[in-house]
């Protein structure tokens, strides 16, 4: 295929879609980073000497159309999938692993880096200019510079063996999500089901040709049933099926690819003179160090264990009372918790639901980041889409600066992967005295309007798609030099705070009242409404907090020792949730199995920066709280010192700007309602 037919080798601003078919990528590839490699090579055959600018600035914009297709490419491969990008996939990663390792072990480069490092203290750097000669020395550094030849080549083979690894992983876990099929024939097992989950289950057995009502494992379809279903034994055939993807010893099964995985990980930090994968990891994170992880970690556990034993006893007597069910299971929870929590707040997901259309959702955040950032969005079709339900925009600000495209994917379809995420078709730069705007993307998994129905979203779905959205506004507001320090490209355990600090706004009644309006009457959500969602924000919150330690505990298990003699995935994983572990266990079930985030995702030694950025974001918005939630001075400052910057200076220092000190471990626990536990 010749490269003026290929639109990928083209130059372009917005990801061609329409033009690109699946045979464009691998050319694509080879020859973008055959191109990247000459721009490697001019920088190291340079005959002037080393300066910050020859070398580093001139690194850093290396590659960046090989960036751009990769973007497209790897966001596809989560968004809109199927078998031959799948295979496309697995033949590029060890390629461009191979291809980054040609680059961090590329002994010429690393000297010319090297030569500016050392003379650092003496060159007249921005803070920006800094961390970027830190960031890349260590980088090098960090991935084998300085190892011998045969420990250079060993680093090579770990890489491009984990490549393939992760991938696989994630391709056993969508394909688990996607064969399994809870077929329902007898109407009586749909009792408790909310209208509109019975209507999509009726709809989806349709579209496949079948007779009655088809649950699946993909999120809309999952949580309502576990919440609602009143068949005691399909809720545990459903959980446990859920519960047990990557774990039936077939083609399918994960247990030899976690341990493989985890253990070229310890291999790779031993080569590169670290202890665990997680000293590794860890000494670029404001935890530091696997020791202080693992005391912020049980500090927290320590304040909620009492509440979560609590409400475990709670929760048990509740289902014994009104069932007669004697041992509560992982099957139970989520149906009685919702069952005490209406009869306690008499507050019921479906009563809520109608207030939370989506489009009147999507206004809402927009709303919200119009009064604090004083943004516009504005939607256009002249976008090109990878799918004809995503939305796009243009966003501008309140003087009509074009800001960042936006897109937009919300609904659940075969070729997608689960859950929630933010990623860009774009990074933010400046170059030449030009900035660059990003192309930023949401996508998520809520349920789709039917015949007779709007997309109406649980209230965790609202919290879900403004948090996303804090990711969003991340990348949008990015004002940096450098695409390697722009946007969410950040400390793993910084990341979190611009996403989960906008979740706090779902409870405010001034930010409900932009957008919580009933989607047939157009009435306001009452405000005895707004009353209970706030007093229930903390129903049950000693459990959602160990539950999430545990998984926290779970990843340092993997990661902050040596696996080598682990044989047994289950047994080990049942020995790390030993301390939070309140629920009979489950033998059928393995959770490591499926752990996207920490064995495909980024979040391998970084699990706990979820409940680290939970400090930091509700410390950030008891500062709104004290001022005004639609402050626009402490709006500016979090937008200056946090959402612009990027990783362009350490996450604490900009932290410390914005608010003033350092965050208080206070504000989560008494938001929480954790302090007197």
């Known amino acids: 295929m010749s490269n003026n037919k290929n639109p990928l080798l083209e130059p372009f601003d917005q990801a061609p879609f329409s033009k690109i078919k699946n045979d464009h990528f691998k050319p694509a590839f080879l020859q973008a980073m055959d191109d990247a490699r000459k721009e490697i090579d001019e920088i190291v055959a340079n005959p002037e000497p080393p300066t910050f600018s020859n070398t580093l600035e001139a690194l850093d914009f290396v590659g960046q159309q090989l960036d751009r297709i990769s973007s497209i490419f790897f966001n596809l491969n989560s968004a809109e999938t199927n078998e031959e990008i799948q295979k496309i996939a697995q033949e590029v990663s060890p390629l461009l692993s191979e291809f980054s390792n040609d680059i961090t072990l590329n002994q010429g480069l690393f000297e010319r880096i090297k030569t500016v490092y050392e003379q650092r203290k003496s060159l007249d750097l921005t803070p920006e200019q800094y961390t970027l000669l830190d960031k ?20 090579r083979e770990i890489d491009t063996e984990l490549s393939k690894l992760k991938l696989k992983f994630g391709e056993n876990v969508l394909a688990e999500t996607n064969k399994y099929e809870l077929l329902i024939t007898n109407e009586e097992d749909l009792k408790g089901l909310p209208e509109g989950t019975v209507e999509a289950a009726a709809h989806l057995a349709e579209s496949k040709g079948k007779k009655g009502w088809l649950i699946t494992l993909e999120y809309p379809s999952y949580i309502p049933f576990m919440k609602y279903a009143e068949n005691r034994e399909l809720r545990k055939k459903l959980a446990i099926a859920f519960g047990s993807k990557g774990f039936h010893n077939d083609e399918l099964d994960n247990q030899q690819n976690v341990l493989r995985i985890v253990n070229l990980r310890f291999q790779r930090a031993n080569l590169l003179g670290y202890a665990t994968h997680a000293d590794f990891v860890l000494e670029e994170r404001m935890a530091e160090t696997p020791t202080k992880v693992l005391e912020f970690l049980n500090e927290l556990l320590t304040k909620a264990k009492p509440a979560a034993e609590r409400e475990y006893t709670e929760l048990e007597n509740y289902a014994k009372e009104l069932d007669g069910i004697d041992r509560l299971e992982k099957w139970d929870s989520a149906f009685y918790s919702e069952k005490l929590k209406q009869k306690l707040f008499n507050l019921d997901d479906e009563k809520l639901k109608p207030y939370f259309k989506l489009e009147n959702v999507i206004k809402g955040v927009f709303l919200v980041a119009e009064k604090l950032f004083g943004l516009q969005f504005k939607e256009v079709s002249t976008i090109e889409k990878y799918h004809p339900e995503v939305k796009t925009y243009e966003v501008y600000d309140d003087t009509n600066n074009f800001i960042s495209l936006f897109y937009a994917d919300f609904h659940p379809r075969t070729g997608k992967r689960d859950g929630a995420w933010m990623t860009s078709f774009k990074s933010q730069y400046t170059l030449n005295g030009k900035n660059s705007r990003p192309h930023i993307s949401n996508v998520c998994n809520f349920t789709r309007s039917t015949s007779t129905k709007p997309s109406l979203l649980t209230f965790n779905e609202v919290t879900t798609l403004f948090h996303e959205f804090g990711h969003g506004l991340h990348g949008m507001l990015a004002n940096t030099t450098y695409p390697s320090l722009s946007g969410t490209s950040v400390y793993w355990d910084f990341v979190e705070l611009p996403s989960q600090v ?3 706004w779902c409870y405010e009644k001034e930010a409900l009242e932009l957008f919580a309006f009933h989607y047939e009457t157009g009435e306001l959500i009452p405000m005895e409404l707004v009353e209970k969602i706030k007093e229930s924000a903390n129903f049950q919150e000693g459990l959602a907090t160990v539950r999430q330690l545990s998984f926290g505990f779970l990843d340092m298990a993997w990661h902050g020792k040596d696996p080598s003699n682990v044989k047994d995935v289950k047994a080990y994983e049942t020995e790390a949730f030993i301390s939070t572990n309140l629920f009979p266990e489950t033998p059928e079930t393995c959770m490591s199995t499926s752990f996207s985030h920490i064995f495909q995702g980024g979040y391998s030694s970084g699990y706990y920066s979820y409940k680290w950025s939970e400090v930091l974001d509700a410390d950030a918005f008891a500062y709104f709280k004290e001022h005004g939630i639609f402050n626009r001075e402490i709006a500016d400052k979090f937008r200056e010192h946090v959402l612009s910057k990027g990783g362009t200076e350490n996450p604490m220092e900009l932290y ?17 309602g954790l302090l007197k536990s």
């Open 136 to 155: 890349k020395y260590k980088s090098f550094s960090r991935n084998g510079a300085n190892l011998n030849e045969p420990d250079k080549k060993r680093l």
């Open 502 to 504: 906008m979740e706090n």
């Open 656 to 672: 410390k700007r914005f608010r003033g000190a350092e965050p208080n471990i206070d504000a989560l626990l008494e938001r929480a």
